[in-house]
């Protein structure tokens, strides 16, 4: 059954051209809509040009699927997260890793309505998929991607496009067009020239992603480096950290710092003298006078006479005189003196 062409003239040779795609399918696959369990037909009853091209008339319910052989010119980068908004996010991290490593991808759809995203990986000759696959695995492991992305491999069920709820994507991830907005040839012609433009060689597309792995590989070498020395740093910063409360810390009041017996300090008796002024000379007469008048005579056993007590008086003044003679000659003001008359 063909599409009828409508606008495109050549609506038969859109549609051998889409064929040829999967002209090599091993093995035929089928689901029910809005389920992701995929259910293997037998051999014997494999999908025909006409099942395929009737699934893409958006009237049926169900969806199909095949596998390809080992030796392809296209393979396909899987993207399917718990929701479309995650596998959006993922495949925009994908096409910047590609971008990043000098690869151009301009073959990114929307291919079912769980929001399952396909990036086609189309070439100029055919390859093996033993070829492909390690270096793939290798570069979305170094770019973070691994578990989250994966090329199907030719055992496993690849959707075919074009099918209900599938749109085309932009480099931002956004959505550029919709299957059902377009008629059936129209999609046909834009899948088919999405394929085409994104053609590369392989060798680049290998030398690309085995250089960005390297250079991927080395920086988390550089990475684990750093981090094992980080420790290091660690343990000198906390002894510091440690000497600086120790230096800091509140004096020692421990009963053996009691115990412990005073430091001494040996410095040299001139620096422990203190400087003594000279007291005035008048003072120290003053002094000398005052303690002289307040002597008083020794007690005995008698009571002396009238007499005895005079002559004591007399020698005290006298002693008096001759103690102010004496300071007198000693100061720094009078360097003359009249002498005292001898007590009567």
């Known amino acids: 059954m063909d599409i009828e062409c409508g606008a495109f003239a050549n609506a038969s040779a859109l549609q051998k051209d889409f064929l040829n795609l999967f002209e090599d399918r091993f093995y ?28 893409l008339l958006l009237e049926s319910n169900s969806r199909i699927a095949v596998s390809l052989s080992n030796l392809s010119d296209f393979f396909v980068v899987s ?12 495949h925009r991290r994908l096409i910047s890793s590609f971008l990043k490593a000098g690869v151009s991808i301009s073959s990114s759809f929307i291919v079912n309505e769980l929001g399952h995203i396909h990036v086609y990986l189309s070439f100029n000759t055919s390859v093996e998929f033993t ?8 570069w979305l492991e170094m770019s973070g991607l691994s578990g989250q992305v994966s090329v199907i491999c030719p055992d496993s069920p690849i959707e075919i496009p074009l099918q209900k709820d599938f749109c085309w994507l932009g480099k931002n991830s956004q959505v550029i067009t919709r299957r059902q907005d377009i008629s059936s040839e129209a999609s046909l012609a834009l899948f088919l020239s999405s394929i085409e433009k994104s053609r590369m060689h392989f060798e680049i597309f290998q030398s690309a992603l085995s250089r960005e792995t390297d250079l991927l590989s080395r920086q988390v070498e550089i990475d684990c480096d750093q981090a094992d020395q980080e420790p290091e740093l660690v343990v000198k910063s ?25 430091e001494v300090l040996d410095l040299p008796i001139f620096e422990l003298q203190e400087e003594i002024e000279p ?16 002597q008083r005579p020794k007690k005995t056993g008698r009571r002396k006479s009238r007499r005895q007590k005079r002559a004591q008086t007399g020698n005290q003044k006298a002693l008096s005189n001759q103690l102010s003679i004496t300071f007198s000659n000693s100061g720094t003001s009078a360097g003359r003196y009249s002498e005292s008359r001898p007590p009567p």
């Open 279 to 294: 007291t005035p000379p008048l003072l120290i007469s003053e002094m000398c006078l005052d303690k002289v008048s307040r």
């Open 79 to 90: 993207i399917e997260g718990e929701s479309v908004d995650e596998s959006t996010e993922i």
């Open 238 to 262: 906390e002894i510091t950290e440690e000497e600086s409360r120790q230096k800091t810390s509140a004096p020692d009041l421990s009963l053996e710092t009691f115990d412990s017996k005073p």
């Open 131 to 138: 070829q492909i696959q390690p270096i793939m695995d290798s």
């Open 28 to 55: 035929n696959y089928s689901r029910s809509y809005k389920t992701d369990s995929w259910r293997r037909h037998s051999q014997y009853s494999n999908f025909s040009d006409r099942d395929i091209i009737s699934a």
